[in-house]
T-cell receptor, first 112, second 114 residues
């Protein structure tokens, strides 16, 4: 089945630093999404990307849909303590499939 | 607007016992999903409903898992009998038709099987 390779697995950064994480796949996806999950909660959608090459921002978050449609990255600028959580990438296959495939997540820790 | 509601939030049962989880999606969302999330992993789809029809249940272990969405609104996921390996978080999500990427998740039910 389709798999997403998400890296890094975890990150420990200081408040104010920028963060970058990415997802790669051997499969082509029509949509890339980035979610954040806090402890004890469900994932929350941060950014959705629908076109190859698309660069989209949501506040301090910026994500890009790779040209090959097999990868995506998420950047967080000027991190703050509330950025702590697990970030998941997810890809949606085309061809009428509505299924989302999730990566294993990047656990972000921000030290004040 | 209320989000996706799930209950219970936590459940502890002994193996071989039955268990059921309930989900009420966001009003107007006709697509409903049940996911399984193991510790340290991303969510994995169990079943997807379009209204009351299960359109993708290929990942649902049908020997012990069942689900229903009788009126096309709220849904129930059942496990009978539960096994130790079923301990996980069960997430429900919903979306508008054709916007499967923009799924809204509930808080999940954390199941512990002892």
């Amino acid at each position: 089945g389709q798999q997403l390779n998400q890296s890094p697995q975890s990150m420990f950064i200081q408040e104010g630093e920028d963060v970058s994480m990415n997802c790669t796949s051997s499969s082509i996806f029509n949509t890339w999404l980035w979610y954040k999950q806090d402890p004890g909660e469900g994932p929350v959608l941060l950014i959705a990307l629908y076109k190859a090459g698309e660069l989209t921002s949501n506040g301090r978050l910026t994500a890009q849909f790779g040209i090959t449609r097999k990868d995506s990255f998420l950047n967080i600028s000027a991190s703050i303590p509330s950025d702590v959580g697990i970030y998941f990438c997810a890809g949606q296959l085309g061809g009428g499939s509505e299924k989302l495939v999730f990566g294993k997540g990047t656990k972000l820790t921000v030290n004040p | 607007e209320a989000g996706v509601v799930q209950s219970p939030r936590y459940k502890i049962i002994e193996k071989k016992q039955p268990v059921a989880f309930w989900c009420n999606p966001i009003s107007g969302h006709n697509t409903l999903y049940w996911y399984l999330q193991n510790l340290g992993q991303g969510p994995e789809l169990l079943i997807r409903y379009e209204n009351e029809e299960a359109v993708d249940d290929s990942q649902l272990p049908k020997d012990r898992f069942s689900a229903e969405r009788l009126k096309g609104v709220d849904s129930t996921l059942k496990i009978q009998p539960a096994e130790l390996g079923d301990s996980a978080v069960y997430l429900c999500a919903s979306s508008l038709a054709g916007l499967a990427g923009e799924q809204y998740f509930g808080p999940g039910t954390r199941l512990t099987v002892t």
